[in-house]
């Protein structure tokens, strides 16, 4: 049986907290522009993003 995956995508803190997963990558790596280039910007393990005040899966 394959493992259902959750992806939440949000553009501006209306799903997840995007602003926090942001700063936590540019915190990690300045020098790059532009952090949800990446690779892995989007996943809980990788910048701890969250679901939005009154969001749910």
Known sequence: MPTQKILPIDID??????????QVIKAQ??????????PGFFLKSKTNIELAVGASY
Request: glycine share 0%; proline share 10%.
């Open 13 to 22: 803190d209306v799903l997840c907290n995007y602003t926090n997963a942001f």
């Open 29 to 38: 790596q300045p020098e790059i522009e532009f952090p949800q280039s990446v």
